[in-house]
Every structure is written in structure tokens, then in C-alpha cells.
């Protein structure tokens, strides 16, 4: 609890000390040095926080951090290595960025991991023969960038609960029987595979859904894509790129107050297998709010 009101106090307080333009009505050394243009004088007889342009404070009293490089190595780059970066050690000064140097370069045919996450809410629709066109390209096109590639695809639309979704509108006018799936949070469809087939034929077989509200519940099937490591089958050693097809904003957490879901994301994996639906689904959509 105490640490929850810290936060807050910092997030208030910190905005309004960057506005200050008088250094010495700054009382405490650390509410001193989040301001960049002041550093804190440990002269006894005229200490206090000064501004760095004009103070008159002996250097070795004076105290204006910056933010630096303490420590930097670098592993070359060759076709194991992609990134040049080995370790680094930094302080940051608050409000004041510090830059430095990173090298990348992709090896030839490195593993490469693509999962595609496609929003299925009603007004998807004009869209899907779009990606339905797509959808056989993209593996060969991918498989020109690196020959040991796996694709793999889930969809989503949002909380089966209103006011997000609503059975309702099954026979609406955007979606309508037998090509409506009822409404729901997540579905994985297809683990990775080098198999550009499996990936062509569903998202043929993708029929969308229904949707009340414009977000969507986007980032609750991303968190699952991301942490379900076993059921996707992201490989360890490969580059990772999740592939977000939507045509609207998504939906944050406290939005699921909205259908009385407080419970706050615990960040973890609850996507399994139905036997009964015969779909690997989203459990905890009714029963956690969003990330
Ligand atoms: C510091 O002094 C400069 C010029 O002396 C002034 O322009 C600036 O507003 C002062 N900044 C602060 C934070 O006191
Ligand atoms: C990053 O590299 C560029 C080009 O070598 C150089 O000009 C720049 O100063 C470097 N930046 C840092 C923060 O080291
Ligand atoms: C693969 O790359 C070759 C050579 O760059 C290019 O001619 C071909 O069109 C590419 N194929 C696809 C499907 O992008
Ligand atoms: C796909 O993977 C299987 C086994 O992992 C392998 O036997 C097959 O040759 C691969 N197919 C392609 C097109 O890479
Ligand atoms: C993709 O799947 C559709 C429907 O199953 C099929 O008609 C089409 O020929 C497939 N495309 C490729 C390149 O396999
Ligand atoms: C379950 O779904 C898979 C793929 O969608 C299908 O091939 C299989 O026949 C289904 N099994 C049952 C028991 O319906």
C-alpha cells in the first residue's frame, strides 16, 4: 500500500517539479536533481539546490548528476550473434534520456517465428477476403526472407459478455447464420508449422463474429499468443514476430469494469484445449479484466 502511494505522489509531483524555474525554492537534494538545470550544494553556510548555470558552489560540493555509460562490452557480430550488445551498465539521471549505440544484423536464413492474430469482429469482414488473398502469399514470401520458417494463426473479437459482444446479433446485418461464429475472447487455431497449407486453409475456413462496441479485445489474445509458449510453440532460438490484423482500438485494463470483471490480468497463460467445442479457446476472458 505504501508503495502504491508513492508511485502516485511521484507521478503527480514530477510534472509540476519540471516546471519549476527557481532552483532554491527546492527544500530536499532528491526533489533538486529531477530538475535537470539544478544540483545540490553541500556548502555548509550557502548550501542548497542552485542552479547549475549560475552557481557559485565549489565543484567538488556540488552535486549534478547525469546520466551515463558506466560499463559497456560488445560480442561481434557474425551469424550467431544478431545484436552487438553484451552488457551495459547505466545511470540515469530522472528526465534526462540517455542514447547509445546498439548493432544488428539479421544472419542469412536465422529461424524465424510469425503468428498471426486476426481480429474476427463483425466489421472485419470486408477485410477478411483481403487476408484470405494474402494468406497463400505470405508464406512464400516469408520463406524468401528465411528458409527455416514456421507461421502459425489465432483469432479473437472480444469478451463474450455484453456491452462488448452480444449473442443477439448473430443474424445482424454485418454477420449473419450459418456464417456467424458465436462471440468469443481468443481461439488458437494453428500451432507453428512449416506447413503453408494448414495456415491458407484457415484462415479460409475464419468466418467473423459479432461485435457490440469498437475496441476489441486485442490485447488479451496478444498477452495469450505471447506468454503460451507451449501451445504456440514459439521455438527458443528463433526471431518472434506476433502479426496483429485489425481494423479497430483495443480494449485496456479497468475496461472490464464495464461487465462488472475487476479481477485484474495475472499476466499468465489460461488458453487450452475444449473438448467440447473442439477448439483450443481463451478461459479466463468472463473472469479477469484486460492486461
Ligand atoms: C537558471 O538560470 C538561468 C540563467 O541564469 C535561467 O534562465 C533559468 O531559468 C534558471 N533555471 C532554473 C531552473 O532556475
Ligand atoms: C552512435 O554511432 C554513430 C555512428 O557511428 C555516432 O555518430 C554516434 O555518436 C554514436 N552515438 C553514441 C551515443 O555513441
Ligand atoms: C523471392 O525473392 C525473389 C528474389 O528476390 C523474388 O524474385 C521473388 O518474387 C520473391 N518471392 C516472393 C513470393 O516474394
Ligand atoms: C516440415 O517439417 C517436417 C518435420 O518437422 C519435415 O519433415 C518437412 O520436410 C518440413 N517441410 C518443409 C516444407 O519444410
Ligand atoms: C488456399 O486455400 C484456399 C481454400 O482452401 C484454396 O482455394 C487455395 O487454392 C489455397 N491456396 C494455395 C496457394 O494453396
Ligand atoms: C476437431 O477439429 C479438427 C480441426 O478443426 C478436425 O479435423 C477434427 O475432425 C475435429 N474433431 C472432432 C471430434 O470434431
Known sequence: MLCFIYFVLFLLISPALSQVTDCTKLLTCSDCIIVLKCGWCSTPTQGGCQNVSSSKCSPADFFVPTSEVLEYSEFPIDETNQISLENINIQLRVNEPLSFNVSIKAAND??????????????????????QVLASQLPLTLRNVSSDFLIGFGTYVDKPTLPFTSNSQLNGYECSLPDCDTPFAYHHIVALTNSSDLFNSSVHNAIVSTNVDNPEGTLEAMLQAVVCDNIIGWRDNSRKILLVMTDDTMHTAGDGALAGITKPSDGLCHTEYDPILNRTVYTAALSQDYP
Open 110 to 131: 536465422f529461424p524465424l517465428d510469425v503468428y498471426v492474430l486476426m481480429d474476427l469482429s463483425a466489421s472485419f469482414k470486408k477485410d477478411l477476403m483481403t487476408v
